[in-house]
């Protein structure tokens, strides 16, 4: 079995973006000898039953997330560590979807901010990452905001002189890609 769980996975449930159903996604993961497998629709949990009862009969490990997308861009996958967490979730979901056309979810990173308690987030870069001459940029920006709210609550402040390589990452890179 290889020791790799991929996080990023998107169902047909996320209209135009993804095109397998649940339980293929899960099965293919088995199928790969994945260690597990995260389904992480766009702004649902959609997907999230289905692939966790076929998780649930191949004995896969399974993690229920959401892609979560900003009326502005920004994407992160949010993990919930326990109950408390996956209900903030919800409340997040419902609040962006009731403001918003039918099918659509309109949030903001300030939201995603208020309710980060209790999440993993792993944080998406844009499409194009473009280098900028002042740091950091709006995006490695974000990505503080995310890992210093975490730190707070944990009594912990991270700093750039701690993390120095994340600067270093995304100014060498040489495509404007991470």
Avoid: W
């Avoid at 993993?120 to 920006?141: D, N």
């Avoid at 905001?145 to 944990?154: G, H, I, N, P, V």
Wanted: aromatic letters at 10%; glycine letters at 8%; hydrophobic letters at 40%.
């Amino acid at each position: 079995m290889i020791q790799y769980t991929e996080f990023a996975v998107t169902t047909n449930f996320s209209f135009l973006r993804g095109a397998s159903h649940a339980e293929e996604l899960v099965e293919r993961a088995e199928e790969l000898g994945l260690a597990g497998i995260g389904v992480a629709d766009r702004n649902s949990f959609a997907g999230v039953v289905r692939a966790h009862i076929a998780a649930k009969d191949l004995n896969l490990r399974f993690f229920a997330g959401v892609r979560l997308v900003t009326t502005d861009g920004f994407e992160t996958l949010a993990y919930p560590m326990a109950r408390a967490a996956y209900g903030r979730l919800c409340r997040l979901l419902t609040r962006g979807k009731r403001r918003a056309k039918k099918g659509e979810c309109a949030l903001s990173f300030e939201e995603i901010l208020e309710f980060s308690e209790g999440h993993i987030f792993i944080v998406l870069p844009p499409a194009k990452l473009e280098r900028c001459a002042h740091y950091p940029p709006s995006f490695t920006g974000e990505v503080l905001s995310l890992s210093e709210a975490r730190a707070k609550r944990r009594g912990k402040a991270p700093s750039l002189r701690r993390y120095p390589r994340y600067r270093l990452r995304i100014e060498r890179s040489p495509n404007g890609s991470m």
